[in-house]
């Protein structure tokens, strides 16, 4: 079992940034891919971003410019600084750490960004 404790979430307004983290406890031999998906009211969960052991991201097209995705892997902690923040960018923000067939889940961290 990976328990993934997320935090940094919040309030700010449109144009400013903020960084979110997630900490795995643990990695199942070393090759997870970890990402963050979000959830708007209403709305289904999407990917936002991934990041694979190696490095490789892979980011939606809606945040491409803007959000950044990167881990630390002596850390197992995964990292999106979110810039340019625009209303529509308000969700609940999950960590994912997927290995093969087994995926894990952040318990969610509400970002709001009023206009």
């Known amino acids: 079992q990976v328990e993934l404790v997320e935090s940094g979430g919040g309030l700010v307004q449109a144009g400013e940034s903020l960084t979110l983290s997630c900490a795995a406890s643990k990695t199942i031999f070393n090759i997870n891919t970890m990402g963050w998906y979000r959830q708007a009211p209403g709305k289904q969960r999407e990917l936002v971003a991934t990041?694979?052991?190696?490095?490789?991201?892979n980011l939606a097209d809606s945040v491409k410019g803007r959000f950044t995705i990167s881990r630390d892997n002596a850390k197992n902690t995964v990292y999106l600084q979110m810039n340019s923040l625009k209303p529509e960018d308000t969700a609940v923000y999950y960590c994912?750490?997927?290995?093969?067939?087994?995926?894990?889940w952040g318990q969610g961290n509400q970002v709001t960004v009023s206009s």
């Open positions: 994912n750490d997927k290995t093969f067939w087994l995926v894990y």
């Open positions: 990041i694979t052991s190696g490095g490789n991201t």
